[in-house]
């Protein structure tokens, strides 16, 4: 079973664009993670928000964490066709074996 | 680049086979995390081993089985393989517990398609 669901499942937009990929999930968590992956490759991880956080920046990323809602969205800001890929959230539960359990993804494709 | 190697990248086997894949973590990591990962899903945790011992089991059959050796690399196996098996095989290395101290470091993954 699955712990986040990312929302939408797929993305389509122009560059230079901003995308807008949501993360909503079931228990309290420690921390939520934020991962993208090329076709067919392995992760990356981009950011990492605790659940004491209720924002974070790096680069481009826009990270924000709604605990009372159990949500969490990533925000690419003038996005690039090298943006191109899947992201995943990762949700870290508390209380149990701090072990990340991934979403499905969403699929963002950035046309030039 | 992340210092995790994983081998071999891609693999073919036939229904009732047993596979073995083999993961190097980043230098300085004790935990090993695997996923499994079918076309067009999310990775689905397998399990977790954090200085040589098991931390946590994902919902998967005995028939898959893990190894941590001293010098934290690890390797997983599966025996009786069915054709559900065929997936993206990720390895993720991190120093101390993943969820509690952070990001996973992962390799680009083992593709085993069983036939």
């Known amino acids: 079973s699955q712990q986040g669901e990312e929302d939408p499942q797929a993305l389509s937009i122009q560059e230079g664009e901003n995308a807008t990929m949501n993360c909503s999930y079931k228990?309290?968590?420690?921390?939520l993670q934020w991962y993208r992956q090329n076709s067919g490759r392995g992760l990356v991880h981009l950011i990492l928000i605790r659940s004491n956080e209720r924002e974070k920046h790096s680069g481009r990323l826009r990270v924000t964490l709604d605990t009372s809602k159990k949500s969490s969205s990533l925000l690419i800001t003038a996005s690039r066709a090298a943006d191109t890929a899947s992201y995943f959230c990762?949700?870290?539960?508390?209380?149990?074996?701090?072990?990340?359990?991934f979403g499905r993804g969403t699929s963002l494709i950035v046309h030039p | 680049e992340t210092g995790v190697t994983q081998s071999p990248t891609h693999l073919i086997k036939t229904r009732g086979q047993q596979v073995t894949l083999r993961c190097s973590s980043q230098s300085g990591h004790n935990t090993v995390s695997w996923y499994q990962q079918a076309l067009g899903q999310g990775p689905q945790f397998i399990f977790q081993?954090?200085?040589?011992?098991?931390?946590g089991r994902g919902n998967f059959p005995p028939r898959f089985s893990g190894l941590q050796f001293p010098n934290y690399s690890s390797e997983l196996n599966v025996n009786a393989l069915e054709l559900d098996d065929s997936a993206l095989y990720l390895c993720a290395s991190s120093h101390g517990l993943a969820g509690d101290v952070g990001e996973l470091f992962f390799g680009e993954g083992s593709r085993l398609t069983v036939l």
């Open positions: 990762a949700t870290a539960s508390s209380g149990g074996s701090y072990i990340p359990t």
């Open positions: 228990t309290s968590i420690n921390n």
């Open positions: 081993y954090y200085r040589e011992e098991e931390n």
